[in-house]
């Protein structure tokens, strides 16, 4: 079992940053890979950005390249997202989840375990 624990969201207007975390306690936490994912108001839940078991591989949606980064802490069993230049449509849900595939993965159903969410709002 592998419990998460999102926090630092909030209300930033565009163009603003928020870095959000994940904290992680139970099982090894170097065992998953972790992904962020979000949900907007009648939306599906979509990815957002997945890290592999060390750090060495990331991979993000395409509407958040270059924008967004996902990085861990595997010491403090913590993982982050960055989150610069926000827009609007960025604002939702954001949940952490953890993938027994070591590498990450983009695919929903790959993750085991799930946050409960923080919410975060861009306002234009």
């Known amino acids: 079992q592998l419990q998460l624990v999102e926090s630092g969201g909030g209300l930033v207007q565009a163009g603003g940053s928020l870095r959000l975390s994940c904290a992680a306690s139970?099982?090894?936490?170097?065992?998953?890979?972790m992904g962020w994912f979000r949900q907007a108001p009648g939306k599906e839940r979509e990815f957002v950005a997945t890290i592999s078991w060390n750090g060495g591989s990331t991979y993000y949606a395409e509407s958040v390249q270059g924008r967004f980064t996902i990085s861990r802490d595997n010491p403090k069993t913590t993982v982050y997202l960055q989150m610069n230049s926000l827009k609007p449509e960025d604002t939702a849900v954001y949940y952490c989840?953890?993938?027994?595939?070591?590498?990450?993965?983009?695919?929903?159903?790959?993750?085991?375990?799930w946050g409960q969410g923080t919410q975060v709002t861009v306002s234009s």
């Open positions: 989840a953890a993938s027994t595939e070591v590498g990450g993965s983009k695919t929903m159903e790959k993750y085991n375990y």
């Open positions: 139970g099982r090894a936490f170097i065992l998953y890979g």
